[in-house]
T-cell receptor
Framework: DAGITQSPRHKVTETGTPVTLRCHQTENHRYMYWYRQDPGHGLRLIHYSYGVKDTDKGEVSDGYSVSRSKTEDFLLTLESATSSQTSVYFC??????????FGSGTRLTVV | DAKTTQPNSMESNEEEPVHLPCNHSTISGTDYIHWYRQLPSQGPEYVIHGLTSNVNNRMASLAIAEDRKSSTLILHRATLRDAAVYYCILRDSGNQGGKLIFGQGTELSVKP
């Protein structure tokens, strides 16, 4: 989607290894979000950020950490990946008066 | 976070209007009503949002009940490309982050 990119698009990793997913925006939006989507669960909020170095937990934050050192980048880290974290991860950006814009997603497989 | 209730699935015929309902009886005064859709194998896509008045854009119309306890997303002329899961979500504009909490949505199928 225009103004937001996720990297990598696909990743296969081994159980126990650290993984970092990157979300980059060019819209200068204040708010950024990480969701995961699994069959039967829909989209669930992991973490979100309301400014540089301001982050908070979502519905399913256990096993994940985030960092936002500058407006344009929001990183999601799995400190020690587990098979239950196999999922599709979506990043989103927003300003309060506007709708969200979602990235194209990162498909992560933990083997 | 206030909740929404949507039918699990709906069917429509191509080129006919579609009315997707959403109930949100616990809506608060600072909640905006947002609609998103997700096409197969894609990320969610913003459709429309509103607070109190009906809203129109190039994709759809949003009709909001006078008491704001329900709303309807209207696709004026469904196409095969409109087959998707449609999510109705309340976004608290007064809450830090204004985060969206997704429900299960309505799966819309469009028949030729």
């Amino acid at each position: 989607d225009a103004g937001i990119t996720q990297s990598p698009r696909h990743k296969v990793t081994e159980t126990g290894t650290p993984v970092t997913l990157r979300c980059h925006q060019t819209e200068n939006h204040r708010y950024m979000y990480w969701y995961r989507q699994d069959p039967g669960h829909g989209l669930r909020l992991i973490h979100y950020s309301y400014g540089v170095k301001d982050t908070d937990k979502g519905e399913v934050s256990d096993g994940y950490s985030v960092s936002r050192s500058k407006t344009e980048d929001f990183l999601l880290t799995l400190e020690s990946a587990t098979s239950s974290q196999t999922s599709v991860y979506f990043c989103a950006i927003s300003e309060l008066i506007y709708g969200y814009t979602f990235g194209s997603g990162t498909r992560l497989t933990v083997v | 976070d206030a909740k929404t209730t949507q039918p699990n699935s709906m069917e429509s015929n191509e080129e006919e209007p579609v009315h997707l309902p959403c109930n949100h009886s616990t809506i608060s005064g600072t909640d905006y009503i947002h609609w998103y859709r997700q096409l197969p194998s894609q990320g969610p896509e913003y459709v429309i949002h509103g607070l109190t008045s009906n809203v129109n854009n190039r994709m759809a119309s949003l009709a909001i009940a006078e008491d704001r306890k329900s709303s309807t997303l209207i696709l004026h002329r469904a196409t095969l490309r409109d087959a998707a899961v449609y999510y109705c979500i309340l976004r608290d504009s007064g809450n830090q982050g204004g985060k969206l909490i997704f429900g299960q949505g309505t799966e819309l199928s469009v028949k030729p």
